[in-house]
């Protein structure tokens, strides 16, 4: 089953829990940001659902990345999960993306999952030179534990990451229950990564509601959020969380990392997205620039 997937969604309460007091710690470094950095974007440009709604209709599969990095200013960059780019594709990536736009890459599945940071020093390098290469276009890497990760890997965990570059931006996803289960574990992990400079991902999806931490490490967020093809409780839940960034960015929260996940198959990712900068505009006072979607023609319509 896909990770935090839920048959009945009636069942989930999907109240977001109050901040984890370590919150506070950060808080009492930083001054509010005048304007602070939000990057909101999707975990896909491959969508050919996408033709005629943000990208033009006569787009070519070919063109798909060009016209996305012009909708969204960042993405969830899955593909590095599964290979680590070559030097074509970090050419490419950057010669398509928009000014401003930053790709927000996936430590791969070799390192993470099948040696659990275990002797993947090689792996690491050529994973770390190889995006490294987007430079300008490069943003925070997400390093997603699997499920089987749990505590008693932190020494392994602490040691990767301290041997990682200070220029890497690096987040880390943690998914295994043990971490959650006794404050004082989730306690120690936060001190952890609070001397090491690194972040934490925050996932807000259905069936694991343990992930959805509420703690910050600095005063930078990557949220995931998984939602459910246009369920009603995408757009609470948005709101709820548009309400909780209001509350962080007048304490200090600097940056924002969003990546919206529209369902299944991320057909309804665009609609969302849209919403949520909506809401984040009028909420937040923010200026971020909607994604423009075209009417869809109804047929018959024009008759």
């Excluded at 960042?74 to 030097?87: D, M, R, S, V």
């Excluded at 990682?164 to 120690?188: G, M, S, T, Y």
């Excluded at 839940?237 to 919206?260: C, E, N, P, S």
Aim: charged share 25%; aromatic share 12%.
């Amino acid at each position: 089953m896909e990770f935090g997937k839920v048959a009945n969604l009636d069942a989930v309460d999907f109240t977001l829990p109050p901040d984890h007091p370590f919150n506070q710690r950060i808080w009492d470094m930083v001054e509010p940001a005048a304007h602070p950095e939000v990057l909101i974007g999707g975990p896909i440009w491959a969508n050919k659902s996408y033709v005629g709604k943000i990208y033009p209709t006569n787009a070519k599969d070919k063109d798909f990345l060009h016209h996305y990095t012009r909708q969204f200013n960042t993405i969830e960059l899955n593909l590095t999960h599964y290979q680590i780019p070559t030097e074509n594709m970090i050419r490419r990536w950057k010669t398509e993306a928009a000014d401003g736009f930053v790709y927000c890459p996936k430590f791969p599945q070799a390192i993470s999952h099948d040696r659990a940071l275990v002797a993947t020093e090689s792996l690491t390098e050529e994973f770390i030179n190889a995006v490294l290469g987007l430079e300008e276009f490069l943003g925070t890497s997400f390093l997603q534990l699997p499920p089987t990760f749990g505590p008693d890997r932190l020494p392994i965990l602490e040691n990767y990451l301290k041997n990682l570059p200070d220029d890497l931006e690096v987040a880390v996803e943690f998914r295994h229950e043990n971490w959650f289960r006794k404050p004082e574990i989730w306690q120690k992990t936060l001190d952890r990564l609070f001397a090491l400079r690194r972040d934490l991902v925050i996932t807000d999806v259905a069936g694991r509601r343990d992930v959805l931490h509420m703690s910050l490490s600095s005063p930078k967020l990557v949220l995931r959020f998984i939602a459910n093809d246009g369920h009603p409780t995408d757009y609470q839940r948005a709101d709820a969380w548009v309400q909780r960034l209001k509350t962080w960015f007048d304490k200090g929260l600097q940056t924002a990392y969003l990546f919206i996940h529209g369902g299944a198959e991320n057909d309804t990712t665009p609609e969302l997205i849209r919403y949520w900068i909506r809401q984040l505009n009028a909420v937040c006072g923010l200026n971020l620039r909607e994604p423009a979607l075209r009417p869809e023609v109804v047929q018959g319509s024009l008759f």
